[in-house]
């Protein structure tokens, strides 16, 4: 059983070889693999997340497609 309902790639501003993962699970509640969002409680949606909500992101599915098409 999946534990997310979807999941975004969002690459960071500040480093090309850096990529953060966004999560929306089951419940509707996202995530991302940032430090800003793991290491703040309680949780406010970081810049990543805002970015995948405004439709600015790939699917993690997508990402995974271009790399290996090479884009």
């Known amino acids: 059983m999946p534990q997310y309902k979807q999941q975004w790639v969002v690459p960071s501003e500040s480093n090309p070889d850096r990529d953060y993962i966004v999560s ?3 419940s509707g509640n996202y995530s991302c693999s940032c430090r ?7 949780r406010r949606d970081c810049k990543h997340i805002t970015y995948v909500r405004c439709g600015g992101a ?5 990402a995974v ?3 290996l098409v090479g884009r």
Do not use: A, M, Q, Y
């Open 24 to 26: 929306l699970d089951l």
């Open 58 to 62: 790939t699917t993690k599915e997508e």
């Open 36 to 42: 800003g969002w793991t290491s703040h409680v309680p």
């Open 65 to 67: 497609f271009n790399r």
